[in-house]
């Protein structure tokens, strides 16, 4: 992309910040700011409503009692199994039979206390459910 095509539309998820790419000016590369691009602004919230909607569904069996209240927290701080078994240090097979609510229930303070940490949340939070589903990056889409 040549530095004049760089885009400027003005996007609303960088709210009023600039990203650098790097374009061309006389055959070489320079870095070039850029407010915003359309395509990727509409790219950036389709991914951010359907990770709401797999969060909400989450919550929807955590609640019915499916799923451990692990399995919500994940979805809505934006894990799946294998970054949430990284971030915990806890192999993938645990982390999917943690989701059991009776194998959970059972989970040492040790275990709480790794994906609690990974999770950015207090141990006594990641026992229970939320009386409604959280949305912790709520503001990111305004």
């Not at 061309?24 to 409503?49: C, D, F, I, K, M």
């Not at 809505?76 to 059991?100: M, N």
């Amino acid at each position: 992309m040549r530095i004049d095509d760089v885009p400027q539309d003005q996007s609303r998820t960088y709210r009023g910040h600039h990203k650098i790419l790097y374009a061309t000016r006389n055959g070489r590369y320079e870095a070039a700011p850029s407010n915003g691009w359309a395509a990727e602004e509409y790219a950036t919230e389709q991914a951010v409503a359907d990770l709401h909607a797999q969060s909400l569904a989450a919550y929807r069996e955590a609640a019915s009692g499916k799923r451990s209240p692990l399995y919500y927290y994940m979805y809505c701080y934006r894990h799946d199994e294998t970054s949430l078994a990284q971030s915990a240090g806890v192999w993938r097979w645990r982390v999917r039979r943690h989701f059991r609510p009776d194998v959970f229930a059972r989970l040492p303070e040790s275990v709480l206390r790794r994906y609690a940490r990974a999770l950015n949340v207090s141990v006594a939070a990641l026992q229970t459910l939320p009386p409604a589903p959280l949305n912790p990056f709520a503001g990111d889409a305004e």
